[in-house]
Nanobody, 116 residues
Framework: QVQLVESGGGLVQPGGSLRLSCAAS????????MKWYRQAPGKERELVAH????????RYADSVKGRFTISRDNAKKTVYLQMDTLKFEDTAVYYC?????????WGKGTLVTVSS
Protein backbone atom coordinates (compact mmCIF):
# COMPACT_ATOMS: atom_id res chain seq x y z
CA GLN A 1 0.00 0.00 0.00
CA VAL A 2 1.44 3.31 -1.11
CA GLN A 3 1.63 5.97 1.57
CA LEU A 4 3.04 9.46 1.78
CA VAL A 5 2.67 10.94 5.25
CA GLU A 6 3.51 14.59 5.82
CA SER A 7 4.38 16.03 9.21
CA GLY A 8 5.92 19.14 10.75
CA GLY A 9 3.26 21.71 10.00
CA GLY A 10 1.98 24.13 12.58
CA LEU A 11 1.64 27.73 13.64
CA VAL A 12 4.67 29.97 13.24
CA GLN A 13 5.29 33.71 13.38
CA PRO A 14 6.45 35.67 10.34
CA GLY A 15 10.18 35.32 9.95
CA GLY A 16 10.19 31.94 11.64
CA SER A 17 11.10 28.50 10.35
CA LEU A 18 9.52 25.09 9.99
CA ARG A 19 10.77 21.80 8.63
CA LEU A 20 8.27 19.56 6.89
CA SER A 21 8.87 15.85 6.46
CA CYS A 22 7.22 13.34 4.16
CA ALA A 23 7.69 9.65 4.89
CA ALA A 24 7.14 7.28 1.99
CA SER A 25 6.24 3.61 1.90
CA UNK A 26 4.84 1.06 -0.52
CA UNK A 27 6.86 2.07 -3.59
CA UNK A 28 10.48 2.28 -4.70
CA UNK A 29 11.19 5.72 -3.27
CA UNK A 30 14.71 5.94 -4.72
CA UNK A 31 13.31 5.87 -8.28
CA UNK A 32 10.85 8.70 -7.83
CA UNK A 33 11.22 12.41 -8.19
CA MET A 34 9.57 14.20 -5.28
CA LYS A 35 7.73 17.49 -5.10
CA TRP A 36 6.15 19.72 -2.49
CA TYR A 37 2.97 21.54 -3.46
CA ARG A 38 0.84 23.91 -1.45
CA GLN A 39 -2.71 25.15 -1.56
CA ALA A 40 -3.77 28.33 0.17
CA PRO A 41 -7.42 29.00 1.02
CA GLY A 42 -9.33 29.95 -2.10
CA LYS A 43 -6.37 29.37 -4.40
CA GLU A 44 -5.21 26.65 -6.74
CA ARG A 45 -2.58 24.15 -5.74
CA GLU A 46 0.88 25.35 -6.72
CA LEU A 47 4.23 23.64 -7.09
CA VAL A 48 6.70 24.81 -4.44
CA ALA A 49 9.79 22.65 -4.90
CA HIS A 50 11.04 19.63 -6.81
CA UNK A 51 13.94 17.24 -6.27
CA UNK A 52 15.12 14.51 -8.63
CA UNK A 53 15.34 10.87 -7.58
CA UNK A 54 19.04 11.06 -6.76
CA UNK A 55 18.73 14.41 -5.06
CA UNK A 56 21.16 16.12 -7.42
CA UNK A 57 18.78 18.63 -8.99
CA UNK A 58 16.33 20.89 -7.21
CA ARG A 59 13.98 23.57 -8.46
CA TYR A 60 11.85 26.13 -6.66
CA ALA A 61 8.96 28.44 -7.28
CA ASP A 62 10.10 32.05 -7.52
CA SER A 63 8.01 32.89 -4.47
CA VAL A 64 10.10 30.62 -2.20
CA LYS A 65 13.51 30.70 -3.87
CA GLY A 66 16.22 31.51 -1.33
CA ARG A 67 13.93 30.76 1.62
CA PHE A 68 12.93 27.11 1.17
CA THR A 69 15.18 24.09 0.72
CA ILE A 70 14.06 20.66 -0.46
CA SER A 71 16.14 17.61 0.37
CA ARG A 72 15.75 13.86 0.61
CA ASP A 73 17.19 10.91 2.48
CA ASN A 74 16.71 7.84 0.30
CA ALA A 75 17.85 5.51 3.08
CA LYS A 76 15.01 6.82 5.26
CA LYS A 77 12.58 7.16 2.32
CA THR A 78 11.85 10.69 3.41
CA VAL A 79 11.75 14.06 1.69
CA TYR A 80 12.05 17.33 3.58
CA LEU A 81 11.14 20.95 3.07
CA GLN A 82 13.06 23.42 5.20
CA MET A 83 11.15 26.68 5.27
CA ASP A 84 12.89 29.78 6.56
CA THR A 85 11.91 33.44 6.73
CA LEU A 86 8.27 32.48 6.54
CA LYS A 87 5.74 35.03 5.36
CA PHE A 88 2.00 35.40 5.86
CA GLU A 89 1.50 34.32 2.25
CA ASP A 90 3.17 30.97 2.92
CA THR A 91 0.07 29.92 4.86
CA ALA A 92 -1.30 26.83 3.11
CA VAL A 93 -1.75 23.11 3.25
CA TYR A 94 1.50 21.54 2.03
CA TYR A 95 1.36 18.30 0.08
CA CYS A 96 4.04 15.80 -0.75
CA UNK A 97 4.03 14.23 -4.22
CA UNK A 98 5.99 11.35 -5.72
CA UNK A 99 6.11 11.04 -9.50
CA UNK A 100 7.58 8.70 -12.11
CA UNK A 101 6.56 8.09 -15.72
CA UNK A 102 3.08 9.48 -15.32
CA UNK A 103 2.41 7.85 -11.97
CA UNK A 104 1.61 10.26 -9.14
CA UNK A 105 1.31 9.58 -5.44
CA TRP A 106 -0.01 12.15 -2.98
CA GLY A 107 -0.03 12.65 0.74
CA LYS A 108 -2.94 14.12 2.66
CA GLY A 109 -1.15 17.33 3.52
CA THR A 110 0.02 19.25 6.55
CA LEU A 111 -1.19 22.72 7.47
CA VAL A 112 1.25 25.58 7.84
CA THR A 113 -0.11 28.78 9.33
CA VAL A 114 2.03 31.91 9.45
CA SER A 115 0.50 34.38 11.83
CA SER A 116 1.48 36.91 14.46
Amino acid sequence: QVQLVESGGGLVQPGGSLRLSCAASGFTFNNYGMKWYRQAPGKERELVAHITSGGVTTRYADSVKGRFTISRDNAKKTVYLQMDTLKFEDTAVYYCNGFLNGVDYWGKGTLVTVSS
